[in-house]
């Protein structure tokens, strides 16, 4: 070490995730869902959640659509997806949000659940990476 001087800063624990579950453990479960889906929705932050978009690759739904990854925010134990959803058929697609539900979905929202052909619609997905127990 030189004879110059340097100061060392300590920051606090508090990290963006500690933000996160903050938020999480100290808003009721439903209301947690509903302002994640709202932000997701209108492309804002949420304090304490990493947000990224993402360019994934089309994943085909059979021969009618495909759903592509662009975006998501990462919470403490909350996830939020944000997916295009295309309609490759030469009809109209009429897609339900329980026909997406995976294991851990704790909720699912879509600008359209009717698609035109070769049209797309916006679809939300949040899971819940934490508690099994959360959604009782």
Known sequence: ????????????????????????????????????LRAMGNGEPLD?????????????????ATMTKIGSYAGDSLVGEIYTLQNISAQTLTIKSEQL????????????????????TRVFIVENEGDDNANE
């Open 48 to 64: 304490g959640f990493d947000v990224t978009q993402t360019k994934g690759a089309a994943i085909p739904l059979g021969n009618v």
């Open 101 to 120: 539900y995976r294991d851990k979905t704790a909720a699912i929202a879509m600008q359209s659940e009717s698609i035109a052909p070769k049209a797309s």
């Open 1 to 36: 070490i030189s004879g110059k001087r340097q100061d060392v800063g300590l920051l606090p624990l508090y990290t963006e995730k500690t933000k996160a579950a903050t938020f999480e453990s100290n808003t009721p479960y439903q209301q947690a869902l509903v302002t994640l």
